[in-house]
């Protein structure tokens, strides 16, 4: 909570009693996403335009091959056979960590692209997690029902070298980025190892943190071009 400024000048003993007196305490603003939106916001309504979206997230001579998913009432839908083994789609706000404010942000558009590695081990957890959001489920209860899906080994560690692109310069990835924030590539770990990839270090070009014993552990590594070819801006000028 954001304490208020003092006025700059005194108005006199009446407004300086006024001010000395005990005053009701202030809530905390709202958060701006503290619950999912209408399910409408979160779809895009083109189908045609969420595949060309998806495929901005790698190479077009990965993207071009890749199966794409988009976003329906109840999960996502294959729209396009792929043959390469990777999986490009629009990710929404809840592939985003719990704790994350842009957790429920309607406009989040997260163009991404799993290797095939990627795709047995990381994609059905958020596949699922989809599924639970757009039936309703709430933060807590996705935490609740992630957290027995990795008890019960439903949902699995990361495999060696599981990994996905996100190159696309046209994405949303949250109201910090306002944009597309940088294209990197995004490996998946089992919890506990970011210190092992010396992660966001001083001077390391690694990016990211273990974030809870429930999610897999991502690490971001920025690139020098977006999937269209065209160069990219200084790392360094940026933060996540």
Not at 60 to 67: L, T, V, W
Not at 130 to 142: F, I, K, N, V, Y
Not at 165 to 171: N, P, T, Y
Not at 206 to 223: K, L, N, Y
Request: charged share 20%.
């Amino acid at each position: 909570m954001k304490h208020r400024l003092n006025y700059l000048m005194c108005l006199g003993a009446v407004v300086l009693a006024t001010w000395s007196a005990p005053r009701p305490a202030h809530s905390d603003p709202p958060k701006p996403y503290a619950s999912m939106a209408a399910i409408e916001r979160y779809l895009i309504a083109n189908r045609d335009e969420e595949i060309a979206l998806a495929r901005t997230a790698a190479p077009p001579s990965i993207s071009g091959e890749a199966e794409v998913l988009v976003l329906g009432r109840h999960g996502y839908e294959s729209a396009v056979k792929g043959t390469n083994g990777f999986v490009c789609f629009v990710e929404r706000s809840w592939a985003a960590g719990f704790s994350d404010p842009d957790f429920w942000n309607h406009k989040l558009r997260a163009p991404n692209c799993f290797n095939p590695i990627a795709v047995r081990t990381e994609l059905p957890a958020y596949l699922k997690r989809t599924e639970w959001a757009l039936g309703g489920a709430s933060r807590e209860q996705l935490i609740d029902r992630t957290r027995a899906a990795v008890e019960s080994h439903q949902f699995k560690d990361p495999e060696a070298g599981a990994f996905s692109f996100m190159l696309s310069r046209e994405g949303y990835l949250g109201d910090a980025a306002a944009g597309p924030w940088l294209p990197h590539v995004m490996f998946f770990l089992p919890h506990g190892q970011a210190a092992d990839w010396g992660a966001s270090k001083p001077g390391s070009p690694i990016i990211g943190q273990d974030s809870s014993a429930i999610e897999s552990t991502v690490v971001f590594i920025p690139v020098r071009s977006w999937s269209d070819g065209s160069p990219a801006p200084q790392p360094a000028k940026h933060t996540m």
